[in-house]
């Protein structure tokens, strides 16, 4: 029941704070959490670290190897979009700065 | 195997009050998501607390096979790292559904390996670790098929149009029908479930992925992104109730409550319910024939040079992306064009309808990324009561979020969705190559209003063409 009680819990905590996040910033949203979700590759840790047969190397490597993609690849996007937001925004009639990057 | 390395106990306090750092860590992460300015900070801080829950997993006691676990890491990592330093921000549609499904995937092999785990010691399979064993294995195959079919559709590699064969809402119905069975099946035999089943179980799901999503059109896959999204959190959450792992168990959740809560957003914005855009493509049926039978209306055409008066003399100016200017990657011509404008004085936002692109929040990072401020980026709510204080409406590659027919017309398929009200600014521009309809597969009156110009054009090119224009008046 502790298990239920925390996941119920944990969906009034999403639901409260992801629905504070802008629509302009939903596409950054989801690609964080889409790298969030990637801590299932702890499962396939767990799976490979305590394997002692021949397909379960095999089917733990690969999930490892997704969740990596997922993890990595998930943060790392995400970081490159919000550095495109984070830029300072411009006073407003000044006009000619030139977006570098 | 290498016991140096052993430093918590499996399922301990100390490794638990670890993880409980780590979802704590993307709770903060999230949470600081909701400002541009604080965001990047949160989504490293979110990055800080999965890498307290890999190390702390890495350090288990009884951890062996450390070859295979550097190898698995070093594939993975190598990918996610050179896909997402290559990939353009017109591409993250496909990208995010493409890290989505290797989220799945992963899940429904954990779930796979859980089960031949639970079967080799042969003890009885406690339901209560069973049951979300079974969901983690259905739902992963599910979001891993349908994500990759949906990022092959985005990818241009199969037909974006709906692909649907004859019955298939019953082929679909069997094969949810089945999977339930088997899944009770399993269920009851607890004591030694079947494996074979299991990727039965497996292989019926992956079917059902595709058959759903292969159906679904180009501009409803904002709503399919989501819900997928949401698919892989709630799987993600059931591994960890499986393997008693409490940061599994909320970070799931937390990315399943995110992807419900945007798929309901972009379906409200739709004005279609979520069983509405999955079970019934409504591109599927272009018998309505408004697809570019019969003789063109009359409409008006402009060159760029008309255009660029139009823009230059007006006081206010609106500019409304669609799906059409990440096509055309214009999001730094448009800018250009902006900047001109600006330089004279005149004001320019930019109205953003919540589907606009083919994921939530589409049209605002290719705005970012052309350095346009985040203050002009307003939401059709913010920008619609300004609309008939507006000079000029300039529409770039969107279509159906601008057709009035959706406010006059009832018996419009798109009667009653929210859109960006243009017919109301005091000027239209249409930055579009053809009257073609759009993904509705329905005419939009918006071209055929007298006060709209249409300017018959590649996006990129008509920009860049207007801001010159512009510059040299």
């Known amino acids: ?101 | 195997m290498s016991p140096l390395l052993a430093v918590f106990e499996p399922g301990g306090d100390a490794a638990t009050a670890l993880y409980i750092v780590a979802f704590s860590l993307f709770i903060i992460g999230i949470k600081m998501g909701t400002h541009p300015t604080t965001a990047k900070r949160g989504n490293l801080i979110a990055a800080g607390g999965m890498a307290v829950a890999v190390v702390t997993t890495l350090l288990l006691d009884g951890m062996g096979n450390w070859g295979l676990i550097v190898l698995g890491l070093g594939i993975g990592t190598a990918i996610g790292v050179i896909a997402s330093i290559r990939v353009q921000m017109t591409e993250m549609p496909q990208m995010v559904a493409l890290y989505n499904g290797v989220g799945g995937g992963a899940v429904a092999l954990i779930a796979w390996a859980e089960i031949r785990h639970g079967i080799s010691i042969g003890e009885d399979f406690p339901l209560d670790s069973l049951i979300p064993v079974l969901f983690a294995g259905v739902v992963g195959s599910v979001s891993f098929w349908g994500s990759n079919i949906a990022f092959a559709k985005l990818q241009d590699l199969i037909p974006t149009r709906p692909i649907a064969a004859p019955g298939q809402q019953v082929i679909n119905a069997i094969l949810v029908v089945a999977i339930v069975v088997i899944c009770v099946i399993l269920a009851l035999d607890h004591e030694s479930p079947s494996q074979a089943l299991f990727v039965l179980l497996l292989v019926l799901a992956a079917i059902l992925g595709n058959l759903v999503v292969l159906p679904i059109g180009g501009a409803d896959m904002p709503v399919v992104i989501s819900l997928l999204n949401a698919f892989t959190g709630l799987s993600a959450a059931a591994a960890g109730f499986a393997l008693d792992n409490v940061a599994l168990i909320v970070a799931g959740t937390l990315v399943g409550s995110s992807g419900t809560i945007l798929t309901l957003e972009m379906a409200t914005a739709m004005n279609r319910s979520v069983g509405n855009i999955l079970f019934s493509g409504f591109g599927g049926a272009p018998a309505g024939g408004g697809g570019g039978t019969g003789e063109e209306k009359p409409h008006v055409s402009i060159g760029a040079q008309d255009a660029a008066i139009k823009l230059a003399y007006a006081d206010t100016v609106v500019i409304v992306p669609g799906y059409g200017l990440a096509v055309a990657q214009a999001q730094h011509a448009i800018k250009e064009v902006a900047d001109e404008l600006e330089k004279r004085g005149v004001t320019v936002n930019y109205a953003i309808h919540p589907v606009a692109g083919r994921m939530p929040g589409h049209m605002n990072v290719l705005l970012a990324e052309a350095d346009v401020p985040y203050e002009q980026l307003k939401e059709m709510e913010e920008i619609n009561p300004e609309m008939s204080r507006t000079d000029v409406a300039v529409v770039v590659g969107a279509n159906d979020v601008t057709n009035p027919a959706a406010k006059n017309d009832p018996d419009s398929p798109i009667a009653g969705m929210p859109i960006i009200e243009v017919n109301e600014a005091q000027q239209v521009i249409v930055i579009k190559r053809s009257l073609s309809p759009g993904f509705a597969g329905i005419d939009n009156d918006l071209f055929y209003e007298p006060n709209t110009s249409m300017l018959f054009a590649d996006a990129k090119q008509a920009a860049a063409e207007i801001a010159s224009e512009i510059g040299n008046l």
């Open chain 1, 1 to 101: 029941m502790t298990e239920i009680t925390i996941f119920v819990l944990a969906v009034f905590v999403g639901f409260e704070v992801i629905s504070k996040v802008p629509t302009t910033l939903h596409t950054p949203l989801m690609s964080q959490t889409n790298a969030i979700h990637g801590i299932v590759m702890l499962g396939g840790l767990i799976v490979v670290g305590f394997a002692n047969d021949g397909l379960e190397y095999v089917i733990g490597t690969i999930a490892i190897a997704f969740g990596a993609i997922n993890i990595v690849g998930g943060f790392m996007v995400t970081d490159r979009m919000l550095g495109m937001f984070a830029r300072k925004p411009r006073p407003k009639g000044g006009a000619d700065e030139k977006g570098g990057a």
